[in-house]
């Protein structure tokens, strides 16, 4: 770990400027001298993960061991993110005990300090959202988090993705020669859930595995509130689904679990809405790819995946008919 003076690039500046002001803003940490060092190297596929910020562990001295997390948001992705609703959504679901507590927010830099979790703490694996244990105590997470004050940040996955639209234009090269059948159904779900009548609540809605992380005793914690929002809470379970389950059988698992008993009619839901959080995230990953300076990362690869895994849930045989059943 290095200590302040030496930044060998723009995010480590940025994260230089906010650990002064962070230890200079609390009593705690004034007298403390911070170094720092790259927590999680960006990673586009197969996991999207630290490429729309930068992350940094943390100690408040030469030697000891980083007990801070400093998460530091890329300017260039500052049209799809808001640091100040992402710091707000982390002290309320902090406050659930399901989340680092946040220290300090630096809004000159867009950098969230947290309070670190420690070794002990491992992103989930596909094995571990399976696992009844796992899948249950996430679910568990999203009903503590959605019975909670609103976050005061409204959002819809088929808003977002009109603005990626806009953002990338309608003759981007970077888009898929189907991208025209990818948007007529994502217009056509939207509007079969409008008709169904759609929730809202508060959700951390960003249920990557690398977002989900198990500690002692299979505890849970959530990290990056970057998409917290108040929003239909089937748009989270559906995409945690689509996350953590290759097959129906586990997901209709997770709907029993959510829902006291299964219903197919939130089943269907949580599909229409996993179709949105792939293309969604697709049409992210592009428009990062245009909008990032860090050219080694495979923005291209994950939005190949996410858009595959769209084209596969909207093209199976019987997928309009679950649209007539929201």
Not at 39 to 55: D, F, I, W
Not at 136 to 153: N, S
Not at 196 to 216: E, Q
Request: hydrophobic share 45%; glycine share 8%; net charge negative.
């Amino acid at each position: 770990m290095k200590p302040l003076g030496t930044p060998e690039d723009p995010s480590e500046r940025l994260a230089e400027a906010a650990l002064a002001d962070a230890f200079a803003a609390l009593p705690g940490l004034r007298d403390g001298v911070p170094h720092y060092a790259v927590a999680v190297p960006g990673l586009a596929s197969p996991s999207y993960h630290g490429v729309e910020s930068a992350t940094y562990r943390v100690a408040q001295a030469e030697g000891a061991e980083p007990s801070l997390f400093l998460k530091v948001s890329e300017p260039c992705a500052g049209s799809l993110l808001d640091p100040a609703a992402a710091f707000r959504a982390a002290h309320a679901i902090a406050a659930l005990g399901l989340a680092p507590e946040p220290l300090h927010f630096a809004a000159d830099q867009g950098a969230i300090l947290f309070r670190g979790l420690g070794p002990d703490w491992r992103p989930a694996t596909l094995d571990r959202l399976q696992d009844r244990d796992g899948m249950a105590r996430v679910i568990d997470a999203f009903r503590r988090i959605g019975a909670g004050e609103a976050l005061g940040r409204r959002w819809s996955v088929f808003e977002a993705i009109r603005d990626l639209r806009a953002l990338l234009g309608e003759g981007a090269d970077v888009l898929p020669p189907d991208a025209w059948f990818l948007f007529d159904w994502a217009e056509a779900i939207e509007a079969a859930l409008t008709a169904a009548g759609t929730d809202v609540r508060p959700a951390h809605a960003d249920p990557h595995a690398s977002n989900l992380l198990f500690g002692p005793g299979g505890a849970l914690q959530l990290v990056d509130f970057d998409m917290a929002c108040d929003t239909d809470p089937h748009y989270q379970l559906g995409a945690f689904l689509n996350e953590a389950c290759a097959f129906e059988t586990p997901m209709k698992a997770g709907i029993e679990m959510a829902e006291g008993t299964f219903r197919p009619e939130v089943f269907n839901r949580a599909r229409a809405y996993a179709a949105a959080d792939d293309l969604h995230w697709g049409l992210r990953a592009l428009a990062m790819d245009r909008l990032s300076p860090r050219r080694s990362l495979e923005f291209r690869k994950y939005a190949a995946w996410r858009l595959l895994r769209c084209r596969m849930l909207v093209g199976r045989p019987g997928f309009e008919e679950t649209m007539r059943a929201l």
